[in-house]
């Protein structure tokens, strides 16, 4: 499937940025021996994967400087480097790292202007087009850290400036001090909570929202089985997540074959059910999908267009209420 100019473009929050429903998540590619690593990558395969997603249509990149404590930056600049595609880039800030690659958290202007210049240098561009805080925390310090971030858009460096996983509070708090254009928070069928309170604040104020694993970080692609879940490398963190453990694994993996049922008669994975389940939203604008290799990409391309329709939407919220975890 190749989709280009019939994708239809969504304006994300008050920004002049106009994205495709999905966009290329690249936290996995920062490779392996970290505390958030995914296992071990290749990185011709990340670079592979980034080419086909721009390919077939994709037209954004989210990563972080945390990622691979440096490495995932370095593969998308890399990756953008040798594209005919200009892609718009959007990174995040306030996770720093130690020589002994510990991490640590900095939401100080000085920490906040080191990291931009490195993420600068290691995308090898001029100005990111989204820059984001990752996480609100110290949280005695967001304001400080918000403050920073208006002056790098008022300097060209980046050009618009959001948060990630930020309460209601804490985004009332930054507003103060300047607009938020985007929020990214976790989302997906099986972790709803943002609908409560989030996400009608942020259409309320016209806060876009980019929501991070809708897949579950792999759980609902349909490729997941118990065995391979057993096998993960020492250093995937998702073996400390309770989603990929029992009780709640073999209801996960139940859910993941009601997906496939929807899915079969329109030609898409179980995945892509579970990506078009966060775009049916209205306050979502896009969401961030991960792959770590070409043909990961392709299979979940189809969520560019794909959408739910309300009663297989339903079909999914009845199935997770009768059977809790």
Same mark, same amino acid.
């Given at each position: ?11 994300l ?9 999905i ?46 404590l ?8 890399r ?26 958290? =900095?939401?100080? %202007?000085?920490?906040?202007? *080191? #990291? ?8 090898? &561009?001029? $100005? !990111? ?18 403050e ?39 989302? =997906?069928m099986? %972790?709803?909570?943002?609908? *409560? #309170? ?8 016209h &806060?876009? $929202? !980019? ?13 997941m ?51 078009a ?13 991960g ?35």
């Amino acid at each position: 499937m190749t989709t280009t100019a019939s994708t239809s473009l969504r304006q994300l929050g008050n920004s002049d940025l106009h994205l495709t429903s999905i966009g290329f998540g690249a936290w996995a590619i920062g490779g392996g021996n970290w505390e958030f690593a995914w296992g071990p990558q290749d990185d011709n395969e990340s670079i592979a994967a980034i080419h086909r997603a721009l390919d077939l249509g994709i037209n954004w990149i989210d990563t972080a400087a945390v990622y691979g404590l440096g490495h995932s930056e370095e593969v998308v600049g890399r990756a953008i480097k040798s594209s005919t595609h200009k892609p718009l880039v959007f990174t995040k800030s306030s996770m720093r790292w130690n020589p002994d690659r510990s991490i640590r958290r =900095s939401l100080t %202007r000085a920490s906040l202007t *080191e #990291e931009l210049e490195s993420s600068l240098r290691r995308l090898g &561009i001029d $100005a !990111i087009d989204l820059y984001q805080i990752h996480w609100p925390d110290p949280e005695a310090e967001i304001e400080e850290g918000w403050e920073t971030l208006a002056r790098f858009k008022e300097q060209g460096k980046v050009r618009w400036i959001g948060v990630s996983n930020f309460s209601v509070e804490q985004m009332k708090r930054v507003q103060k001090i300047a607009p938020i254009t985007s929020l990214q928070p976790p989302y =997906s069928m099986l %972790r709803p909570a943002i609908e *409560e #309170e989030i996400l009608p604040f942020c259409q309320a104020n016209h &806060i876009g $929202a !980019i929501n991070y694993s809708p897949m579950l970080s792999g759980l609902l692609t349909g490729k997941m089985t118990a065995e391979r879940i057993a096998d993960f490398p020492a250093d995937d963190w998702r073996r400390r997540n309770v989603e990929f453990q029992e009780p709640r694994l073999s209801r996960n993996l139940r859910l993941v074959e009601l997906l496939r049922e929807i899915g079969v008669p329109h030609g898409v994975e179980p995945g892509v059910v579970a990506v078009a389940w966060t775009l049916h939203h209205p306050a979502i604008t896009a969401a961030i999908v991960g792959g770590r290799s070409a043909r990961q990409v392709e299979g979940v391309i189809p969520a560019l267009e794909f959408r739910l329709s309300d009663s297989d939407y339903v079909r999914i919220v009845d199935f997770i209420a009768d059977n809790p975890a």
